[in-house]
């Protein structure tokens, strides 16, 4: 499936969330973002541009040869492919401008390498800088190079709301002119205004597909994505990079701007949502509290408008946010997934676009609310409808309960026969309690209580009246002296001491 586990493999190779859903292999590098390569002088700059994906990475200068060799062991099988927008950081970073012959040469080059070395083919990330800055004659360029290897191109396509036919067809183009095996990225339709055109989307790919064109797709089995926060911004906002796009909305008059045309086109690739309680984090390096919250409660809570309080969490937490979007409608989502060539041409995604779940270590202490948002059962052919925490808290809730019938069954066998209400010994000097057989205070638990015993007398003056080790605590009628040698109550009739 289609995931983005490469930022988390590294630190997680047993992807235990992955292997209990039944997932088996995993294609990584998508929608135009990966680790490698990296060239001299831009580790920084990949590292704060992939900051809302894999915080906990560390970056350096490698060629993608070299992340592969140093790649771990993992407990899935992994397809590498190599970002566009990683390509694109590497030669003109974040600027917005069409790449110079020297720059589309370098970006040859190292696609290459990368292909050589292993990688599966380039993904793009046409919906977000600096991916979006790319023209149609720089995606054939790469795609021709992906041609000559028998490589594959994966597309995020460049808007999946309110242009998403546009985008298709630009995707379809590719194929069409350069023979290449196009994957089109989590096929969906965002947006309140785009909801209900799922047959039209799919017949445009159906077409390009009786044209003998390779063109395959992969789909949500759900209603969210996730994306940066950032991304939800039009695509000018990120001119010149993250301390440029927080500059910006430092700024009154770019927040009146942002405001109008929001509410005129929507959100960038989400296209326009009901409420921003629509809008939920996920992560937040610098504001981890608020994971969890939708930005309607984090307005509420701050009493500004929900507007301004995207703008303001984008600058606190330095554009390094991930969010959760509901934008997707249910009849969309089945439309996708349960069309009839879904068996050649669609492969369901289940668990992507966001950090994954560990059961421990760094990766443990991120919270997957991918159900929280996703509450309402889903019947798809193509996917288990959890994700990896919830799987991980079924088991661990159904280990918990077969704990305790152990524990009961046990301190049960251990308290037989019954005799009256008792609790387990707290190993007090005057008890003749084998030392074995005495818990600590801490660890001492009432029992069921026997009917007939309740109404039984029995001596008060043992200081531990309900252990049955202490003779003077056994009823009237099964009281025996205790042995010698054994100390008890110093006040009881059928004491020693």
């Known amino acids: 499936i289609h995931t983005h586990s490469d930022f988390t493999l590294p630190l997680n190779p047993r992807a235990e969330s992955k292997i209990r859903q039944g997932v088996t292999t995993e294609v990584v590098g998508n929608c135009g973002f990966s680790v490698a390569p990296t060239l001299p002088g831009r580790a920084a700059t990949l590292r704060e541009y992939l900051a809302s994906s894999a915080p906990w990475l560390t ?83 790469l795609a021709r190079v992906l041609g000559r290897h028998g490589a594959t191109y994966a597309s995020h396509v460049r808007d999946e709301a309110n242009s998403v036919h546009e985008a298709v067809r630009e995707a379809i183009a590719v194929a ?158 089945h439309a996708i997934s349960g069309d009839p060539q879904d068996d050649r041409r669609c492969g369901a995604r289940t668990a992507a676009d966001r950090p994954r779940r560990a059961a421990r270590g760094r990766l443990g202490r991120h919270r997957d609310l991918r159900c929280r948002a996703n509450r309402r059962p889903r019947d798809l052919r193509f996917a288990a409808p959890v994700c990896g925490r919830c799987v991980d808290g079924d088991r661990e809730r159904r280990r918990r309960r077969r704990r305790r019938r152990s524990h009961r069954r046990a301190a049960r066998a251990r308290a037989a026969p019954r005799v009256g209400p008792r609790v387990h010994c707290c190993g007090g000097a005057l008890c003749s309690a084998p030392s074995s057989r005495r818990p600590p205070c801490r660890v001492r638990r009432r029992e069921r209580t026997d009917a007939r015993a309740r109404s039984s007398s029995r001596p008060v003056s043992c200081r531990n009246p309900t252990s049955r080790f202490c003779a003077a605590a056994m009823p009237s009628s099964r009281t025996a002296p205790p042995p010698l040698g054994v100390a008890s109550c110093s006040t009881s009739s059928s004491c020693r001491r």
């Open 59 to 141: 970056f350096r200068e490698t060629t993608f040869g070299d992340y592969v060799e140093n790649f771990p062991a993992t407990a899935v099988n992994v397809i590498l492919q190599v970002g566009h927008n990683t390509l694109r950081l590497m030669t003109a970073e974040m600027e917005n401008r069409p790449v110079t012959a020297a720059e589309l040469a370098t970006m040859e080059r190292l696609l290459q390498e990368a292909l050589a070395a292993g990688a599966w083919g380039m993904s793009s990330g046409l919906f977000t800088a600096p991916g979006s800055y790319a023209d149609a004659a720089e995606i054939h360029a």
């Open 176 to 333: 069409e002119t350069t023979g290449v095996h196009v994957q089109i990225a989590h096929l969906k339709l965002s947006g309140m205004d785009n909801w209900g055109g799922a047959e039209r989307l799919l017949a445009e790919i159906d077409a390009a597909r009786r044209r003998g064109l390779a063109v395959d797709c992969d789909a949500y089995p759900y209603d969210t994505a996730s994306n940066p926060l950032r991304n939800l911004f039009p695509r000018w906002v990120m001119d010149g990079g993250i301390g440029s796009m927080l500059e910006r909305l430092r700024r009154p008059e770019v927040r009146t701007r942002l405001r109008g045309e929001i509410a005129r086109e929507g959100l960038n690739n989400f296209g326009r949502i009901p409420s921003w309680d629509a809008v939920r984090v996920a992560v937040a390096p610098r504001l981890p509290e608020e994971a969890g919250h939708t930005f309607g409660d984090i307005a509420h809570r701050r009493r500004v408008e929900p507007f301004d309080a995207v703008c303001d969490f984008v600058i606190e937490d330095r554009g390094e946010t991930r969010i959760l979007v509901t934008s997707m409608s249910d009849k969309d989502v």
